[in-house]
């Protein structure tokens, strides 16, 4: 089972920031956090990952807490386009490849 | 950008038959997988591939199921003899490496039905 909590829904208005939590308490020193989003029945789409250190790409960003066991999403400024399912993984570097998906949040972005 | 394809959309099929869903996965990628989701249900692992062989499966994927990768270009997912309960979007995945810079890139997916 995923080895993480997420809350189920949320919502966020348009051009808002919207920030996605993730609680990881067992996570170990090896693991890696990872976020995809499921856009409808679409295939999941990568969207960033980190060890330790915060990290930002052109989608997002991820802050993960010093203790490593929780982390937040942030889509900076949400559109209509964002709204989706939104995963986060944890996984170890080595070992099992496999991606284990939970149920995530369904994040809905509000006109 | 480069993408992971997958064909067909969509295959309608009668149990008992087999069917041979299709990917052809990001050109510099040596990393395979197959995942599939049940309508309103999670993303499930079924296989990785590395180098030609299985390097990991699930408990679903049993000896109904099997890969291939015929030639460079296409990693292939058959069902020799679908079920019912095998209805479900069939999700063909990529990556560069493994570990910790694993990022796996999907397909848009496969819907199968069978009937």
């Known amino acids: 089972d995923a080895k993480t909590t997420q809350p189920p829904s949320m919502d966020c208005a348009e051009g808002r920031a919207a920030n996605l939590p993730c609680n990881h308490s067992?996570?170990?020193?090896?693991?890696?956090v990872y976020w995809y989003r499921q856009i409808h029945s679409q295939g999941p789409q990568y969207i960033i990952h980190?060890?330790?250190n915060n990290e930002t790409n052109e989608m997002a960003s991820l802050i993960i807490t010093e203790d490593r066991k929780s982390s937040t999403l942030i889509l900076p400024h949400a559109t209509l386009r964002d709204t989706a399912v939104y995963y986060c993984?944890?996984?170890?570097?080595?070992?099992?490849?496999?991606?284990?998906f939970g149920k995530g949040t369904k994040l809905t972005v509000n006109p | 950008e480069p993408e992971v394809t997958q064909t067909p959309s969509h295959q309608v099929t009668q149990m008992g038959q087999e069917v041979i869903l299709r990917c052809v996965p990001i050109?510099?990628?040596?990393?395979f997988y197959w995942y599939r989701q049940i309508l309103g249900q999670k993303v499930e692992f079924l296989v990785s591939?590395?180098?030609?062989?299985?390097?990991?499966k699930s408990e679903i994927f049993d000896d109904q199921f099997s890969v291939e990768r015929p030639d460079g270009s296409n990693f292939t997912l058959k069902i020799r003899s679908t079920k019912l309960e095998d209805s479900a979007m069939y999700f063909c995945?990529?990556?560069?490496?493994?570990?910790?810079?694993?990022?796996?890139?999907f397909g848009p997916g496969t819907r199968l039905t069978v009937l």
């Open positions: 995945a990529s990556s560069t490496v493994v570990g910790g810079g694993n990022e796996q890139f």
């Open positions: 067992t996570i170990s020193g090896n693991e890696y």
């Open positions: 980190g060890l330790k």
């Open positions: 993984i944890v996984k170890a570097q080595g070992g099992s490849e496999k991606l284990v």
């Open positions: 050109s510099n990628h040596l990393y």
């Open positions: 591939f590395y180098n030609n062989e299985i390097s990991e």
